[in-house]
Nanobody, 127 residues
Framework: QVQLVETGGQLVQAGGSLRLSCAVS????????MGWFRQAPGKEREFVTT????????YYADSVKGRFTISRDNAKNTVILQMNSLKPEDTAVYYC????????????????????WGQGTQVIVSS
């Protein structure tokens, strides 16, 4: 059974940085495409970023381009989201997600394309 556990969310001031981690168990992350979504209060879950299973392609929402970076630590079977220059509008619960490439359909930008989800970690950016 594949499990995803996010850590690293906390309160941070605007302009600051945070590093979120997603520890994966039950499957090697090199066989999964891994992503991050976020959901702010009263809003729908939105795409943040994805790294494909080969590790050679990444996708970012326009709102985070140039500020957020997704990476993988294959040795630790962990996916990292480095968030810099944080803004109050980045406040949300951040979810780690993964899909099996062989079973993929739809778009990396759509939550319904992902097969596995973590429980989320809260990020609050104060102004």
């Amino acid at each position: 059974q594949v499990q995803l556990v996010e850590t690293g969310g906390q309160l941070v001031q605007a302009g600051g940085s945070l590093r979120l981690s997603c520890a994966v168990s039950g499957r090697t992350i090199s066989t999964l495409s891994m992503g991050w979504f976020r959901q702010a209060p009263g809003k729908e879950r939105e795409f943040v970023t994805t790294i494909v299973w080969t590790g050679d392609s990444t996708y970012y929402a326009d709102s985070v381009k140039g500020r957020f970076t997704i990476s993988r630590d294959n040795a630790k079977n962990t996916v990292i989201l480095q968030m810099n220059s944080l803004k109050p509008e980045d406040t949300a619960v951040y979810y780690c997600a993964a899909f099996r490439p062989r079973d993929f359909s739809g778009s990396v930008y759509y939550p319904e394309s992902y097969h596995y989800w973590g429980q989320g970690t809260q990020v609050i950016v104060s102004s």
